[in-house]
């Protein structure tokens, strides 16, 4: 039996909104854990970009955010403290902004298996831009050019699992604002860059073809039907 996840596009979604719909959907997926015949649905997987925001993990530092309040009302930007893994990161405007809900326990994996497949979807959809990105050993996330002084992040993850049920993702950088970065230490990185697909490409990239590119390694590297 193949295994199933539903697949949501909320579009542009405030953080805050976006992060109770995942609380919803957490407890809609451990619900149907419980039910017969429920196997084969392994939860939701949600994509979205989010206005300009700020958000610190549970490991992260305050003075990895380098402005103030006020500083961020100028910048429109907002700022959270999440309940994911990780320490301080921001999403904006044409990043793609994933959200699995996976119930790890149907799809038989661990958590650290489990952010190696996201890595690799991550990966694999690079590799369809020519882009080689590969790990970085001691972090998360996917790079480029690791081992080298101009070792840059392309994309973010952090995660929470509650019950074995998955929260929080991954921020994939398309046609980011990379400026924002410069407002805080990315994932609490002094010494290394960020970077995006239209960066390394040297133009802007269709979003909606990133994103279901985005969607389809997913469910390839996963074994699973999104729809």
């Not at 700020?54 to 990895?64: D, E």
């Amino acid at each position: 039996m193949i295994k199933q996840a539903d697949y949501i596009d909320l579009g542009v979604k405030e953080y805050k909104e976006a992060w109770d719909f995942q609380e919803d959907r957490l407890a809609l997926t451990l619900k149907h854990r419980d039910e017969p015949g429920g196997d084969s649905d392994v939860g939701t997987l949600i994509l979205c970009e989010h206005p300009h925001v700020y958000t610190l993990g549970k490991s992260g530092q305050q003075n990895n955010l380098l402005i103030q309040d006020e500083f961020l009302k100028k910048i429109n930007a907002t700022y959270y403290r999440s309940n994911r893994g990780g320490d301080i990161t921001y999403h904006g405007p044409g990043q793609i902004v994933g959200y699995p809900i996976f119930d790890l326990e149907k799809l038989g994996l661990g958590v650290k298996e489990y952010v190696h497949r996201l890595e690799e979807s991550i990966i694999r959809t690079l590799a369809e831009y020519e882009i080689p990105a590969r790990r970085l050993e001691g972090a998360t996330g996917v790079w480029l050019d690791t081992g080298t002084p101009r070792a840059r992040k392309i994309c973010a993850i952090g995660v929470r699992v509650s019950r074995a049920i998955t929260m929080h993702g991954f921020a994939l950088n398309v046609n980011t604002d990379l400026s924002y970065f410069s407002h805080i230490n990315p994932c609490g990185f002094i010494d290394k860059g960020v970077t995006s697909i239209q960066q390394e490409k040297g133009n802007p990239i269709p979003f909606e073809e990133a994103k279901n590119k985005v969607k389809a390694h997913i469910g390839e590297i996963f074994g699973i039907a999104i729809d």
